[in-house]
């Protein structure tokens, strides 16, 4: 494989992960403000809590993934 198909592959698979970061900070924006107002509903603001969690752990492994692929990058 040459040098070009390999940068084209690792600019596909940033791309995925790029727009994943997207979706999670999406849900992460969301969602904090449910997770920090538990004076309406407790049962709202926990489940808006766990999928806030959720949301920061995947923003988390999409920032490392795309650290990773531009490391790739950087080798070649």
Same mark, same amino acid.
């Given at each position: ?8 592959? =690792?600019? !596909? ?8 970061? @997207? ?6 924006? /969301? +969602? ?5 107002? =538990?004076? !309406? ?8 809590? @766990?999928f806030f969690g959720l949301a920061v752990a /995947? +923003? ?7 650290? !990773? ?8």
């Amino acid at each position: 494989m040459d040098l070009k198909n390999k940068i084209d592959i =690792i600019d !596909k698979k940033a791309n995925i992960v790029n727009k994943k970061l @997207i979706a999670y900070l999406a849900i992460a924006g /969301g +969602t904090w403000l449910y997770g920090i107002n =538990i004076e !309406k509903s407790l049962f709202v603001s926990l489940v808006a809590s @766990i999928f806030f969690g959720l949301a920061v752990a /995947g +923003t988390v492994f999409s920032i490392l993934k795309l650290n !990773k692929l531009f490391n790739e990058l950087k080798d070649l």
